[in-house]
């Protein structure tokens, strides 16, 4: 038998699913992906335990390579665990453990979307053709500021900068000061030793296309939590979500919500991102830490002005009442929300 034909009938196993580097887990280059792969090249039907990132999109395997697996017939879910503790003792893998099961010879529905309870799937179900129609959060979603190089570098030749981005670290540069030193400066917000701070920085020295510099936003982390459903949305290490004010930028630990002219629309913003609805749709692909823009795709956009279908001046529990109805969701819809997620301030 050549080796092209050599096929098992079932294949079952739980392969290691990440390569140890000297950094922390977070830096591990994740490998369960390829053993997946020679598994279904050998096998007719194949049964593993894996970590579950990829069923979200989520993790460090290619993106590519996710969508490929949510889109084939013949893989389908049987089991799923978001606290991986449940299932290999004092072992913390973020977006939970996974048994998948395909076969070759039969066809089911593609993954698509996946969801862990369904309540969930049901929800998404209502609010998916809004998002189809109108557009969700991502799209109004801003990453971190970024520098004029040519400015820069003509001014401080020794940086020598060929990035742009704003890292989470850049505030060890000299360029940032501790107050503002010209009228000409830009506020700079970013973390440093865990804590949220400002920095001052001449504006000349950042770029101003196709952002949300010169406007009103809702700035939050890009990374925090565990990515656990009904967890509260800020952590202790950057505190909770805050509207910034024009001329405010922002590095790389935050993103930045909406590209708001009136104060009254950042607000209205910043309290449904608190809201119970927008947490548990942004709960759908939020399962790691990892809070950027694509995991905002489910949580629809709104009209946050004042000629709105939802009155923005109300208590956050009450917009949330308002998004419910708007949504069509049932008793037990929203029960689900209520119990699964917490409130915010």
Request: proline letters at 4%.
């Amino acid at each position: 038998m050549s080796k092209e034909d050599f096929k098992f009938d079932v294949v079952i196993g739980n392969p290691p699913y990440q390569e140890e580097t000297a950094g922390t887990s977070s830096s591990d280059k994740p490998i369960y992906n390829m053993f997946m792969e020679e598994a279904y090249k050998i096998g007719n039907i194949v049964e593993l335990i894996t970590p579950g990132r990829f069923l979200f999109n989520a993790g460090a395997t290619p993106s590519s390579w996710n969508k490929k697996m949510l889109a084939d017939s013949h893989l389908k879910v049987l089991y799923y665990q978001t606290n991986s503790n449940q299932v290999f003792n004092n072992t913390d893998i973020k977006g939970g453990v996974a048994v998948t099961y395909r076969d070759i010879k039969k066809d089911f529905e593609p993954i698509g979307t996946f969801t862990i309870f369904n309540e969930l799937n049901s929800i998404l179900k209502k609010v998916k053709n809004d998002v189809l129609k109108k557009g969700s959060l991502t799209d109004i979603i801003f990453s971190q500021n970024k520098f004029n190089l040519e400015e820069l570098n003509q001014h401080y030749p020794e940086l020598n900068r060929t990035d742009k981005r704003l890292e989470s670290n850049i505030f060890k540069y000299d360029i940032f000061k501790l107050t503002r030193e010209s009228s000409d400066d830009l506020k700079i917000l970013g973390v440093i030793n865990n804590k949220r701070c400002y920095r001052y920085v001449n504006k000349k020295y950042i770029l101003n296309d196709n952002t949300n510099l010169t406007n009103y936003k809702v700035l939050l982390p890009k990374s925090n939590g565990s990515g656990t459903l009904g967890e509260v949305v800020s952590t202790p290490l950057v505190g909770t979500p805050l509207v910034g004010t024009p001329l405010v930028g922002y590095t790389r630990t935050f993103i930045g919500i909406g590209n708001f002219k009136d104060e009254v629309e950042a607000n209205a913003a910043l309290k449904y991102v608190k809201s119970k609805f927008a947490r548990v749709m942004l709960g759908i692909l939020k399962v790691t830490q990892d809070n950027n823009p694509g995991k905002w795709k489910w949580v629809p956009i709104q009209d946050f002005t004042s000629s709105s279908d939802i009155d923005w001046s109300k208590s956050i529990s009450e917009i949330d009442q308002q998004l419910y109805k708007k949504y069509d969701l049932s008793e037990e819809e929203i029960d689900f929300i209520e119990t699964h997620v917490k409130e915010m301030d």
